[in-house]
């Protein structure tokens, strides 16, 4: 199993999240630029718009966090692969090997709860931008 798909995929969905929020944002100016709609409807719509916002940010937090998690769970097992070579158990090289590896993974889950933690910003910003609560 690839220890980053959870990772990968709770920030899909939180990148399709933002999409909707995106979207959803659009259709409220396309609104306010036409026919004066139906006051129900623009309230309908910013609610919607807010809700897909908040769960584009909570998606990305949960995100951050799974990447956070997995960066340790990698800088543990690393750890234990360099033990196991100073102890001079099994193939020393390859725990050796095993330990960059891991050390690389959890570069990479670092990077990836970084830019999760960017993408939760920005649907505060966004969020916080177009009057609504975030």
Do not use: Y
Not at 11 to 25: F, I, P, S, V, Y
Not at 107 to 124: V, Y
Request: proline share 1%.
């Amino acid at each position: 199993m690839n220890t980053g798909e959870p990772g990968r995929v709770a920030a899909d969905r939180a990148d399709q999240a933002a999409q909707r929020t995106k979207e959803l944002a659009e259709r409220l100016t396309r609104l306010a630029q036409g026919d004066t709609p139906a006051a129900g409807d623009v309230a309908e719509s910013r609610r919607h718009a807010d809700e897909a916002a908040e769960r584009a940010r909570v998606a990305h937090h949960r995100a951050q966090r799974g990447h956070e998690r997995a960066a340790r769970g990698h800088e543990s097992a690393a750890a234990a692969h360099d033990r196991a070579a100073e102890h001079g158990f099994g193939d020393v090289d390859e725990h050796r090997r095993a330990a960059e590896h891991h050390r690389q993974e959890a570069a990479a889950a670092h990077a990836g709860a970084a830019a999760d933690e960017q993408a939760a910003a920005a649907e505060d910003t966004h969020g916080a931008s177009r009057g609504h609560r975030s």
